[in-house]
């Protein structure tokens, strides 16, 4: 929470004029039932009519200063909570930018939006709500009994009495109601997840046969659902009653006692009617609080979750600077024992990988589904750590690079071909903001792109929605790998990032690549074996372990898992390779 | 009046009825609940009355009258005591009556989506049904029945209130009936005044929520490029805009209570100037004009309450004529009770037509006969009715003429269930249910042993992930918990576990790597060994060994043989094998 309280503090005047001025207004409401006193038990009385024109007149002008308070309550509260807001926004986006990839797939990308947007405006207007009303009601409560102290101490006994029944009652139904209502809620998420399930999987159910099955499950989740709402509504059916009885018990007692003092002479009628007044506006304030209440109590389970944001730090950590020393080793990654396990996985998804890779070479990465392609390549862009080992650069402890420096050396063309709103302009220059039309041309026709590009509308100006759907899957790779090229870096990976290309296209793109990229050490993952045939190095990859290093040919020799996906491919060569075994 | 508008009227009227009819047995209950509230409130308003009546009787020093008082204080507890406890019980009835109804309506909507014909589900999207059994049904209990009580109680109030603060003083109660429009006016007028503020900051806020989803959801690839700095420059400049908006939306918007209550104030002003003047003549008591303060405080209150009981009411009897909707959709055609027993496996497809949209015929007079045990490879361009072929064949649509026959037998005329359960089917739209990995295993078999299901995770080659999966076959499943080809392998386990008399694979191993497919491939032909099965594969190591590849295309069943006889004849499928998978082998 702390966390959260300092992005308050260039809004402390707001902060502090905001309840103030709903204080204010708070004075002039007590203060009416005097007035009304007044004028009953002295213009009334005595028949005075100058008496009771001149009260009117003082009621009118309580209103008007209460309108003018309230009126600039509310503009500080609108000011501080929005501004706010605004600011643990940014700070949030902000720090989120930071977080290592182990955090962001801890905390899960769904959950971090939904935190940066409802839960902060949740906040914002808890804090809205807190500014102008949490004090509000309290001073009510306690400003009407002071009140009925000034004017009769004996009858002001029965509301010190009330008070504090009434605060029991209201706070402990809410209580005890409120973690109910977060249980109805969790059960309404089941109900609407077996929903969705069963129009998902409406196929596979009935190919399945599985619908009464399903309208059991659903029933008894129904089922839960509902009864637990009849317990929780039973408890928040007593809240209205219980008040209600409570309240008028005590404005009895306040009669019966009025009506005693008034025959002692120490009390007026006019007075018992405010005191009566006094009455009926606690109650009130204190349903408005509990109300109040449950909101704040929201907003802070809201202002704890955007905390707890703001307290994960990056587990990664950058030098300010690169560290200077040998950068001209002809090494330019090399992998010692690397292990890899993805936090809180239950098994390694690379073990003990050592390989390395000379300048300018090209290296294909193959193996099974989740063998661990990705998180190799993933290692070798420092998206993550090695669980154990080390993975150098250029001769130099990845660790040891400053993240723009980093950034700037790696070209990553990502598995999910991702693309943003904006110009295709503006997306390959994220590569590199500086880079001319003439560059980002070039590396379109490298990425066999120039096609794709040409054939819309406007060329580098044409308009990409949100996540590139208004292109295909093949155009889309196709941009991504141009937008890593317009960054000329000294490494590239390709992670399976030709995947939706025919195999014409790719071949091409392989081919300008190897041209192009003259220098550049290049990584290519492929399912297919064909894409990674003409490598330098190929990196056989199974569960996780390095099985096989080497040349097409010594892997078609020697390992037997390379030969397994080359032949499933590759199903006339087997023929053909038993055919020359046999003579 | 506007014809529109009495039609809508007719149909929200339609609706009523129908919701009335539905909730049934709860009518009573309903009923009850509206009467309740009217007790409670007509005794709640006359509280304040009596409690005039004992002040009166509290006139100054030696002038109480006691008895008279006490009487009255009495009275008061008795209505209070009985109203409390009749709040307390329309409050239960009103729990039982909206959850009931809720629990109703899910059951049978639960039910209703288990019957539908698959053209209604797959013509609505899933949010939108989902919305309609969970949301709607939520407003709908909540607001209309609900609404029903306020709105009586609200009208009840209203013409008590009146009737009573006339019973007092006409003249004070025509001074509250003339001033109290003017809260409405201010509200209105605040209300229209911060409408355009809400529209701006509700359309800046979702630039900013699309640029969030962008930058945030798609992390890994700023960070990649290093685009952090300029990701926060652009969002401090939506962030600022959205400022601006919200600061004056949320200041407008919280002027309207102030305005009513200054408006209220006045009126109380007002009464309590006009009732000065008039007790003196006799024509208002004391006690009388703290009765007329509290009404004058209270009168506003259910006006307020009916306005937006209406657009509630309004609001759930659209969300009522969504729910009606999906309840009253046509279900699926009467079920045959006849069972497909022995089955060998002859399918024959006689002159089968079928479309989609009446206005594209998509399948045409379409025939094939399939021996038993054949393997049947289905191939063509995206669009030509492949996976049309297999909704036809499971019956999730039937044939619009033509025929489909199993063993000699119209599947029109074979109960669904035993139709679907002669044959396993995987889809490359793989589904995973909540729950755990045996669970999801066992869909088709549920009594199945650890040893069958061990077995058939070893053969479809899911054991590998499921051994490294936190807690093995107990592992709780959530809808992305695996990668695409993870879920897969687990659609396909559940196929393996169930031996199907035949079986229909649509693109199924699509998102596994080729060497695990053809590991998968060699326990499927262990598995099909005699068994009748339909493939849809753009793989070639699956169509090859096909004993029959149809080449579909538009519709229609353009070339049809085996691999070397249609390679040898020439024709599309030489083409489409050229263009698609002949590249491998360059």
Known sequence: MRKLVIYLSSYKKESFLAPFFKLLEVVFDLIVPLVVARIIDVGIVNNDRIYIL????????????????????????????????????????????????????????????????DDVNQVQNGLNLGLRLLLRSPFIVIGAMVMAFMINVRCALIFVLAIPILFVVVFSIMLVSIPLFKKVQGHLDHVTGLTRENLTGVRVIRAFSQEESSVRDFDSANLALTKLNEFVGRISALLNPLTYLLINMATVFLIYKAGIEVNLGNLKQGQVVALYNYMAQIIVELIKLASLIITLNKSMACADRVASVFNLSSSMTYPEETKADNDNTDTAVAFEHVSFTYEGAGAASLSDVSFSVKRGQTVGIIGSTGSGKSTLVNLIARFYDATAGSVFLNGKNIKDYSRNDLCDRIGVVPQKSVLFKGTIRDNLHWGNPDATDAELWNALDVAQARDVVEAKEGCLNFDIAQNGRNLSGG?????????????????LILDDSASALDFATDAALRKALHNYCKGTTTFLVSQRAASIRQANLILVLDDGSLVGTGTHDDLLEHCSIYQEIYYSQFPEERNKGRKEANV | MNPNKNSSNQKSLTTLWKVLRFIGRYRFLLILSILFACITVVMQLYVPILFGDAIDQIIAEHQVHFHKMIYFLGRITT????????????????????????QDIRSKAIRQIQRLPLSYLDGHSTGDIVSRVIADTDILSDGLLLGFTQLFSGIVTIIVTLLFMLSKNIWITLLVIVLTPFSFFVAKFISSRSYEMFHKQSTTRGKQTALIEEMIGNQKIVHAFGYETTASTRFDEINQALKEYSQKAVFYSSLTNPSTRFVNNIIYAGVALLGAFLVPYGMLTVGGLSVMLSYANQYMKPFNDISSVITELQNALACASHIFELLEAEPESADSANELTDIKGEVTIDNVSFSYDPSKKLIRDFNLNVTPGMRIAIVGPTGCGKTTLINLLMRFYDVQSGSISIDEQNIQEISRHSLRHSFGMVLQDTWIKSGTVRENICIGKPDATDEEILEAAKRSHSLGFIRRLTDGLDTMLHEDSLSQGQRQLLCITRVMLCLPSMLILDEATSSIDTRTEVQIQEAFDRLMQGRTSF????????????????????????????????????????????????????
Not at chain 1, 475 to 491: D, G, N, S, W, Y
Not at chain 2, 79 to 102: A, C, D, G, H
Not at chain 2, 564 to 578: I, P, Q, S, T, V
Request: with cysteine; charged share 15%.
């Open chain 1, 54 to 117: 001149q009260q009117f007149l003082i009621l009118l002008l309580m209103a008007a200063i209460g309108l003018a308070c309230s009126f600039t309550a509310q503009f500080y509260a609108a000011r501080a909570s929005v501004g706010f807001a605004t600011k643990v926004r940014q700070a949030l986006f902000d720090h989120i930018q930071t977080l290592s990839f182990t955090e962001l797939d801890t905390l899960g990308t769904d959950t971090l939006i939904t935190r940066i947007t």
């Open chain 1, 475 to 491: 155009q889309r790779q196709r941009l991504t790998i141009a937008r890593a090229l317009v960054k000329h870096p000294e490494l």
């Open chain 2, 79 to 102: 209505l209070v005591i009985l109203s409390s406890i009749i709040t307390w019980f329309m409050n239960m009835i009103n729990n039982q009556l909206t959850y009931r109804t809720v």
């Open chain 2, 535 to 586: 493939i849809v594969a753009h793989r070639l190591s699956t169509i090859r060994s096909a004993d029959l590849i149809l080449v579909m295309k538009d519709g229609k069943v353009i070339e049809q043989g085996t691999h070397d006889a249609l390679m040898h004849a020439g024709g599309f499928y030489k083409d489409l094998y050229n263009s698609q998978f002949a590249k491998v082998t360059e």
